[in-house]
Each structure stands twice: as structure tokens, then as C-alpha cells.
């Protein structure tokens, strides 16, 4: 629950995030609609308009906690073990996970990456504009899983977690030289 945020509204915001989570992982083979998900969550069409805009607003709500892991992996502060778990569940759920980063949800998805990797670099000085760096990071760690979960290549979760680690740090570290 976020500083000041009143408690009923933390439920129902969680109440919508898990509804979203089960209708993904029953691996429906539709897109998710807002009546979908007020169904699961029990709740009013005009309580889940009250919290979210759309079911995408709903979608990159839901994507921000397991996305934290990626965030700290791009910006060079991430474990191994904890990305190659994230991976290993992207892998299981690959169709929604191919969903969520093509088109324009995957735009989308860019965006909420970059801005948690923008809150995770802060105030250093850096080579080049913040906003910029946090993109460049979001976009390099998210090339390889877009790549990975289309099969295009093969890997494990954890040589793919060691890689997208290792090249958050050095990247930061080039970014941290002025």
C-alpha cells in the first residue's frame, strides 16, 4: 500500500491486479476485457473505473511488482536467481507474455520499464539525459526476452537473467563516465 492510501482502495486495487493475474494464468485465449475482470473481481464496472482507465491501464498496474525485478536487473542492481525465476514464469506463460510485450501494449510495457529504471538511477550524473538512459537500459533488457519468449533463440532462464544482469551493470557503469 502506497503512503497515504486509503485502505479500501488498496483492496480493491489488489482485489483488480488478482483478478487480472488468474484470468491471465487460466491462459484464456482471448484478451481480457474490463467485464472479464470486474466478473472475477466481484466488483462494480464503475469501482474498476474508479481505480483504472482500461483493462491495458490495469494490465501495466499488474505487470509493475513482477516487473521490479527486471527494473533492478537494467539498472544494473539486480540477483540472477530472482530474474531467472521472473524468467522461468514469462517462459511458462510465454503466450501472454508475447502478448504483453508486441504491439502496442508492448509499447506500453517499454514505458513502464523505463520509467522504474529512471526511479532506480535517481540523481547520478550520467553521459546522457536520464529519461534517455532509463530507455536505452528498459530496451536492452527487454530485447532479449521479447526474443526469447517469440523463440527465437533458445536459452535458459538463467543464462538469459545472467546476461540481461551483467550487461545492466556495465551499461550503467558506461553511462555513470561523463
Same mark, same amino acid.
Given at each position: 500500500?502506497?503512503?497515504? #492510501?486509503? *485502505?479500501?482502495?488498496?483492496?480493491?486495487?489488489? /482485489?483488480?491486479? %488478482?483478478? $487480472?493475474? =488468474? @484470468?491471465?494464468?487460466? !491462459?484464456?485465449?482471448?484478451?481480457?476485457?474490463? &467485464?472479464?475482470?470486474?466478473?472475477?473481481?466481484?466488483?462494480? *464496472?464503475?469501482? $474498476?473505473?474508479?481505480?483504472?482507465?482500461?483493462?491495458?491501464?490495469?494490465?501495466? /498496474?499488474?505487470?509493475?511488482?513482477? $516487473? +521490479?525485478? @527486471? /527494473?533492478?536487473?537494467?539498472?544494473?542492481e539486480g540477483g540472477e536467481d530472482a530474474l531467472a525465476g521472473l524468467l522461468a514464469h514469462f517462459w511458462e506463460n510465454r503466450q501472454r507474455?508475447?502478448?504483453? $510485450?508486441? %504491439?502496442?501494449? !508492448?509499447?506500453?510495457?517499454?514505458?513502464?520499464?523505463?520509467?522504474?529504471?529512471?526511479?532506480?538511477? !535517481?540523481?547520478?550524473?550520467?553521459?546522457?539525459?536520464? =529519461? @534517455?538512459? +532509463?530507455?536505452?537500459?528498459?530496451?536492452?533488457?527487454?530485447?532479449?526476452?521479447?526474443?526469447?519468449?517469440?523463440?527465437?533463440?533458445?536459452?535458459?532462464? #538463467? /543464462?538469459?537473467? %545472467? &546476461?540481461?544482469?551483467?550487461?545492466?551493470?556495465?551499461?550503467?557503469? #558506461? @553511462?555513470?563516465?561523463?
Open positions: 500500500m502506497a503512503a497515504g #492510501e486509503d *485502505r479500501r482502495v488498496a483492496r480493491t486495487r489488489a /482485489a483488480l491486479i %488478482g483478478a $487480472f493475474d =488468474r @484470468l491471465v494464468l487460466a !491462459g484464456r485465449p482471448r484478451r481480457i476485457r474490463v &467485464a472479464d475482470i470486474v466478473e472475477t473481481a466481484k466488483v462494480g *464496472r464503475s469501482t $474498476f473505473y474508479d481505480h483504472y482507465k482500461s483493462a491495458d491501464d490495469l494490465h501495466m /498496474a499488474a505487470l509493475a511488482r513482477p $516487473f +521490479a525485478i @527486471l /527494473a533492478d536487473a537494467a539498472a544494473g507474455a508475447r502478448e504483453s $510485450f508486441a %504491439g502496442r501494449t !508492448g509499447d506500453k510495457t517499454v514505458r513502464l520499464l523505463a520509467a522504474m529504471v529512471e526511479e532506480r538511477l !535517481g540523481a547520478e550524473p550520467l553521459a546522457i539525459p536520464l =529519461r @534517455l538512459a +532509463a530507455r536505452q537500459l528498459a530496451e536492452a533488457a527487454l530485447a532479449p526476452l521479447r526474443g526469447w519468449v517469440m523463440a527465437e533463440a533458445p536459452s535458459t532462464p #538463467e /543464462a538469459l537473467a %545472467g &546476461a540481461i544482469c551483467r550487461c545492466g551493470r556495465a551499461m550503467r557503469a #558506461e @553511462l555513470l563516465k561523463r
